[in-house]
């Protein structure tokens, strides 16, 4: 069993930056995590993923060179630093976990935290 709480989320305006944290607490090992966010105007987004033993991030391209990803203590803590933010980035965001995953596949991961908004005003 995997518990993920997200913290960080915000109200800012375009240009600026948010930085999203998740505290993963468990006896359940995880070997990927990952961002993704829903918007009610849009399908749910994979934002970000990592390999947990790695360290090697992956992006979606609407956020490639503006977010940066990374994880610490053993898998327990997920860092998303997110600059350079637009309207577009706007929506509440989540904490996944899994055996393996890809941000194109969510039903894949099988925790996730409750999410954190974040608002990006223009």
């Known amino acids: 069993e995997i518990q ?20 993963a607490s468990g006896d359940t090992p995880s070997n990927y995590m990952a961002w993704f966010r829903d918007d009610p105007g849009r399908k749910r987004e994979g934002v970000a993923g990592i390999d947990v033993h790695t360290g090697i991030p992956y992006y979606s391209t609407s956020v490639t060179g503006r977010f940066t990803l990374s994880v610490g203590d053993a898998g327990k803590s997920l860092t998303l630093q997110m600059n350079e933010l637009k309207p577009e980035d706007t929506g509440t965001y989540y904490c996944a976990a899994g055996r393996s995953g890809r941000l194109s596949r969510p039903d894949d991961l099988a925790y996730w935290g409750q999410g954190t908004q974040v608002t990006v005003s223009s």
């Open 4 to 23: 993920l709480v997200e913290s960080g989320g915000g109200s800012v305006q375009a240009g600026e930056s948010l930085t999203l944290s998740c505290a």
